[in-house]
């Protein structure tokens, strides 16, 4: 069974930086980044194969965000540069065994129980 972690979330200004960390075991195809805001729907942020090393990213995060592996920790990572406000979010981690539909929550099969991002202006 795959358990995540999720961790590095906080408050910072807008135009900051956070790293949020995802401490993963077991197998998996691909891992990504989802996030939910008040009121809204769990929204897609980023997704990485394990093997391949393709990525995905949501346009709103493209050029500002960037998903990376450590191997040796067994983690994933989200780089997160020039937030603005409109990314506060509770930020989840999620991994998928099947590799397949991973711009959608319906392609991972577990999750983390999600680490709180707040921007503010």
């Known amino acids: 069974q795959v358990q995540l972690v999720e961790s590095g979330g906080g408050l910072v200004q807008a135009g900051g930086s956070l790293r949020l960390s995802c401490a993963a075991s077991?197998?998996?195809?691909?891992m990504g980044w989802f996030r939910q805001a008040p009121g809204k729907e769990r929204e897609f942020v980023t997704a990485i194969s394990w093997d391949d090393f393709n990525t995905y990213y949501e346009d709103s995060v493209k050029g500002r965000f960037t998903i990376t592996r450590d191997n040796s920790k067994n983690t994933v990572y989200l780089q997160m540069n020039s937030l603005k406000p409109e990314d506060t979010a509770v930020y989840y981690c999620a991994a998928s065994t099947t590799g397949l539909n991973l711009r959608m929550s319906s392609g991972y099969n577990y999750w983390g129980q999600g680490t709180q991002v707040t921007v503010s202006s």
């Open positions: 077991g197998r998996r195809n691909a």
